[in-house]
């Protein structure tokens, strides 16, 4: 006989990767031994963790792998900041300061961000 488990509409936690798990981590580790353990669950402007975004993709795009303060990889610390991002849209609103803009000019972002034919996709 077969346990039943009804766990159709919950995440299937199986499909992360366990190997940059450990890599965030271990960014996180490096931050609890800068700031506090759980630090960034006090909550801080959203613009804060957006400029840390762009500072690691910006190094990590031009070819540098592991961020010079940790020694950890900049994905790492991209994919720790964005999960914050993530937890504070639930859970954090009022620290949201983004320039938001009408509908109008993210419609018209959209269409260059995606525009079709300018790509080599080969």
């Known amino acids: 006989m077969k346990a039943k ?6 995440a299937d936690m199986t499909m992360a990767g366990s ?12 931050g609890a031994s800068e700031y506090d353990r759980d630090n960034w669950r006090k ?5 804060r963790l957006l400029s840390a975004i762009r500072r690691h993709w910006i190094l990590f795009l031009n070819g540098e792998d592991k961020d010079k303060d940790s020694g950890r990889l900049h994905t790492a610390h991209i ?10 849209y639930h859970m954090f609103e009022e620290g949201d300061n ?3 803009q009408s ?10 961000l995606y525009a079709e034919g ?3 996709e080969t």
């Open 98 to 100: 983004r320039a938001k």
């Open 79 to 88: 994919a720790v900041t964005a999960n914050f991002l993530t937890e504070y």
């Open 43 to 47: 909550g801080m402007l959203w613009t």
């Open 118 to 120: 300018e790509r080599d």
């Open 19 to 30: 190997i940059a798990e450990v890599e965030n981590a271990r960014v996180l580790m490096h």
């Open 103 to 112: 509908p109008e000019y993210i419609e018209k972002l959209r269409e260059i």
């Open 5 to 10: 488990k009804f766990d159709g509409n919950k």
